[in-house]
């Protein structure tokens, strides 16, 4: 005979969480929609390791009719897309989980920045998803071809679209990425115009868009939660508010190497093994650079990602032993503080 408990557990069925409110997730399940929160042990597990369900996690709930959902427990994910959290606690914000492709959405307006879509090249690398870079906008753009080659030298391998919603340019390029059973997340900054890219792939007005400032072309925060989508494609998507600023986290999937390749096979020709590319002799990187085969931007950005990841691991290694360490709960404990972005040059 079963025990209540294992009864309980046999009726647990999987869901997959589609929109974060907070205390309470709208999740999916094989019987439709449904609103749903953490049971009291997942919510106590979740304040000791930091781990919490987002959108896109796949967990296992109990339900009875007309009641919402508990979320019992969190299933393991595949990949993920996250940051450091913003603000003085050394903390991972998990942006989407589950994802199979990352769409970087940037404008070719006033706020185009390659050092910025490295930034976000090299999230996706590091949580194990595909990055794919979209280039919104191209209406208003004299050289779109120069962009797009601009891109590509930053980030080599990685599939650069270039598109304009209000023209129609480019939705077929994209459906080739909408793929039947894929889960795809949007990202970018403020003003990228993400919303009305979801807009356009939905076929439907489904998210609210505004206007850029003129003066420097940044947005504000239209979408301000995560929350999923079924496109006509066949695909999910995750649509994600814009960020502001994106602090690296580290997941340990190499992703530096995928992000800086190139650097990365110019080393291994280094005198040195241990060479830091700066004022080594016999550096292949430097005479790559010397040569004009590497942008010196390029490698500026890579041993500066390089020094924020590191030091970033070194924070979260230190905050997880005082977690590990301490037997006071979660809300009687000190912050653990992580400098600035402005602060790592000095280690």
């Known amino acids: 005979m079963w025990t209540e408990e294992q009864q309980e557990e046999a009726s647990r069925q999987p869901a997959r969480i589609i929109a974060d409110h907070g205390h309470m997730q709208r999740l999916i399940t ?18 000791e390791s930091g781990v919490s369900p987002a959108v896109g996690d796949w967990v296992a709930v109990a339900c009875k009719p ?5 979320i019992h427990h969190l299933l393991p994910r595949q990949s993920r897309v996250s940051r450091q959290a913003a603000g003085p606690i050394t903390k991972e914000q998990l942006i989407a989980a589950n994802v199979d492709t990352l769409l970087i959405v940037a404008a070719l307006n006033h706020d185009f920045n390659l050092r910025r879509l490295e930034r976000y ?13 979209v280039l919104s906008k191209s209406d208003l753009c004299d050289d779109v071809q120069t962009r797009i080659s601009q891109v590509e030298g930053i980030a080599p391998g990685v599939e650069v679209l270039a598109i304009s919603a ?5 939705k077929e390029q994209l459906d080739m990425v909408l ?3 894929a889960t795809v997340a949007l990202t970018g900054s403020s003003g990228s115009g993400k919303s009305t890219l979801v807009n356009w792939m939905m076929g439907r007005e489904v998210q609210i868009t ?8 940044r947005g504000r925060h239209t979408t301000t939660h995560r929350e999923m989508f079924v496109l006509p ?6 649509d994600t508010p814009g960020m502001r600023e994106l602090h690296l986290w580290d997941e340990g999937e190499d992703g530096l190497s995928q992000a800086f390749g190139e650097i990365e096979e110019l080393a291994s020709a280094c005198k040195f093994m241990d060479c830091s590319h700066t004022k080594e002799e016999g550096c292949a990187v430097k005479e790559a650079i010397e040569n004009g085969e590497l942008e010196a931007k390029r490698l500026s950005n890579f041993l500066k990602m390089q020094k924020e990841l590191q030091y970033q691991r070194r924070k979260e290694e230190v905050a997880s032993r005082k977690r590990t360490a301490s037997s006071k709960p979660a809300k009687t404990r000190k912050a ?12």
Do not use: F, T
Not at 210 to 217: T, W
């Open 30 to 47: 094989a019987d439709g929609e449904c609103w749903g929160k953490m049971s009291g042990r997942l919510r106590h597990e979740s304040l």
């Open 66 to 70: 007309g009641e919402e959902v508990i």
């Open 121 to 133: 090249v090299l999230m996706a690398w590091n949580g194990g998803v595909r990055p794919v870079i």
């Open 166 to 170: 209000i023209e129609g340019q480019g």
């Open 179 to 181: 793929k039947p059973g």
């Open 210 to 217: 505004q206007s850029v400032r003129e003066g420097d072309s």
């Open 233 to 238: 494609q066949g695909a999910v998507l995750i």
């Open 336 to 347: 653990k503080h992580a400098h600035r972005v402005k602060d790592w040059e000095q280690y």
